[in-house]
């Protein structure tokens, strides 16, 4: 299996509250969780990620954690702001292979 | 450093035409990625390359998707017969393979296959 579930695929949330984003995968080969930021009209961008050898990571407001026993990873994205308003999709990939990507979540930041 | 670049940006064919997408990879990156981004499927992988050597195509349709790599500055998809069902965004990543599983993607070419 190769397929990453991506829930939800939308999310409201009012600015300065923390929006969380949840995926899991089926290969266990999978050690490299990239999250991409996609605004409309524009690519998809790196914003953070984790690799299997690690269960958190953090920088600039947001979190990943990951459990490797439940095949499952999550972003976490704390004191939302409007420019958080964006498209973000999870990826799943084994050792810099081909990414694996959730079917995005829209998240909207409203003031 | 300039990203990533994919050429042309927007791209328009009549059912039955070729469609050849250009892709330089940002310098120094050794792999080459290619996916497809629809409304429907979401983002699909499509083909990939390491130091110019196909490794894993699992993702193209068989029939008229073609990529080649012929050299570390480039990469080119082409798709022949183009049907409607073609019509997408065609996104190329690059990444240091080997340093680092970053892939870093550009801005995309959209096609529209009428």
């Known amino acids: 299996g190769e397929q990453v579930e991506q829930l939800p695929s939308i999310l409201r949330v009012q600015e300065g509250s923390s929006a969380s984003i949840n995926c899991t995968y089926e290969?266990?080969?999978?050690?490299?969780f990239p999250w991409y930021k996609q605004e409309p009209g524009e690519n998809p961008k790196l914003i953070i990620d984790?690799?299997?050898?690690?269960e958190r990571k953090q920088t600039q407001g947001l979190i990943v954690l990951l459990d490797k026993k439940a095949k499952r990873f999550s972003l976490h994205i704390t004191d939302t702001q409007p420019g958080d308003s964006a498209m973000y999709f999870c990826?799943?990939?084994?050792?810099?292979?081909?990414?694996?990507f959730g079917t995005g979540t829209t998240v909207s930041v409203s003031p | 450093n300039a990203g990533v670049i994919q050429t042309p940006r927007h791209k328009v064919t009549g059912k039955g035409q070729e469609a050849t997408l250009w892709c330089e990879p940002i310098?120094?990156?050794?792999?080459v990625f290619w996916y497809r981004q629809t409304i429907v499927q979401g983002l699909e992988f499509l083909t990939y390359f390491r130091n110019q050597a196909p490794i894993d195509d699992s993702g193209m349709p068989k029939e008229r998707f073609s990529a080649q790599m012929p050299n570390q500055s480039h990469s080119t998809l082409k798709i022949q017969s183009t049907q409607p069902q073609d019509s997408a965004v065609y996104l190329c990543?690059?990444?240091?393979?080997?340093?680092?599983?970053?892939?870093?993607f550009g801005p995309g070419t959209r096609l529209t296959v009428l």
């Open positions: 990543a690059s990444s240091h393979w080997g340093l680092s599983y970053e892939q870093y």
């Open positions: 290969n266990s080969a999978s050690n490299y």
């Open positions: 310098s120094g990156h050794s792999a």
């Open positions: 984790i690799r299997s050898n690690m």
């Open positions: 990826a799943a990939s084994a050792g810099g292979r081909a990414l694996i």
